[in-house]
């Protein structure tokens, strides 16, 4: 008789269960810590791409802005070891590290995040600005090897010579032309968000889903496109000050005035902003991100708390390595094997 309890007890359970996936509810089985109607545990991600956001304990969110497809635009350059300075740094290695390491790493993030976003049409924009053969073939075949939609596209200065601040330094023009160049390519695509990338920034394997989720969950709630960091910047902690904190989807995010020239945005922001984000390579501004600041006073920005990218720079850098992350860690398991 017990057993026969039992399994009526069990029927009358997947009978619920059904009817609320019928009327898009979820509910908790505490004892059990899952979610039934989603046949997920607690701590899973709980999300579904373009539908609704859950963060517990706080619940659901309908997902309004649901993102269609992202082309990652790879600035690299394996030639020049800092732009601005001469300080080495952190693993004092050569570029070419920073630069496959970076590409390795976020190969692998979006490797993850295709098991989420299994619809979302991604493409790698390589943009190289002076590199070695080997290290550009060895790029190439990185990213082949994994099947994704890649353009290389090799830098030319001279068809940009009018977009370019002529009293600029050699190094400084490459680096305008080279994110110039990124955003042309973004406003003249046809993907709806565009993460603009340097190849000093290595990831962890949950950026890219967290920062795709966090912009669906952001935008829907704001109902307006805005700008995501990868990393949590030390400047951000050199002083007390007031902040916002908003939940992502497994990371808190905090609203920021400053960023460098990594970020993911979406098209419509590029084209409602373009002469601003343009003038960066017209005029060198001081500090050269100003353009950038004054997008961020009228759009929010947001940065990850901890970091989802290790910014690799001097370890003096206000701009640099995130606090309370395993630096040495995450520059391992992006190693490549030759």
Not at 84 to 97: I, V
Not at 206 to 233: A, G, H, Q, R, V
Not at 273 to 293: A, Q, R, V
Request: charged share 25%; hydrophobic share 35%; aromatic share 12%.
């Amino acid at each position: 008789m017990k057993i026969q309890k039992s399994n009526k007890k069990n029927f009358f359970k997947k009978i619920f269960i059904k009817i609320c996936r019928l009327l898009n509810f979820e509910i908790i089985d505490q004892s059990e810590f899952t979610i039934p109607t989603l046949k997920k545990r607690l701590d899973e991600n709980l999300s579904t791409t373009g539908k609704k956001s859950i963060t517990l304990p706080m619940g659901e969110i309908k997902i309004t802005r649901q993102i269609n497809s992202l082309n990652i635009i790879f600035r690299f350059c394996t030639n020049v070891k800092m732009l601005t300075q001469s300080k080495q740094r952190l693993f004092e290695e050569e570029k070419n590290q920073y630069t496959l390491r970076s590409l390795n790493s976020i190969l692998r993030s979006i490797q993850s995040a295709k098991n989420n976003f299994r619809y979302l049409d991604i493409k790698i924009t390589a943009i190289d600005s002076g590199s070695d053969d080997a290290d550009v073939q060895k790029i190439k075949k990185m990213i082949e090897e994994k099947s994704i939609n890649f353009e290389y596209v090799k830098l030319d200065l001279d068809e940009l010579k009018d977009f370019i601040d002529p009293l600029a330094s050699t190094n400084q023009k490459s680096n305008m032309g080279n994110i110039y160049k990124s955003f042309e390519i973004g406003r003249d695509g046809n993907y709806d968000l565009l993460y603009f990338l340097e190849d000093d920034y290595i990831h962890e394997q949950n950026s890219l889903s967290e920062m795709l989720f966090s912009y669906e969950k952001f935008s829907s709630l704001i109902k307006d496109e805005l700008i995501l960091c990868p990393t949590d910047f030390p400047y951000l902690y050199n002083k007390f000050a007031p902040t916002q904190i908003i939940l992502g989807n497994n990371r808190h995010w905090r609203v920021i005035e400053e960023t460098l020239c990594t970020f993911l945005t979406s098209k419509r922001l590029l084209l409602k902003y373009w002469d601003t984000f343009i003038s960066m390579t017209k005029t060198e501004n001081l500090p050269f991100e100003k353009p950038l600041h004054e997008i961020y006073s009228k759009q929010y920005c947001l940065s990850p708390i901890p970091s989802l990218a290790m910014h690799c720079t001097n370890i003096n850098s206000v701009y640099g390595l995130s606090p309370v992350m395993d630096w040495k860690k995450l520059w391992d398991e992006n190693k490549l094997n030759d």
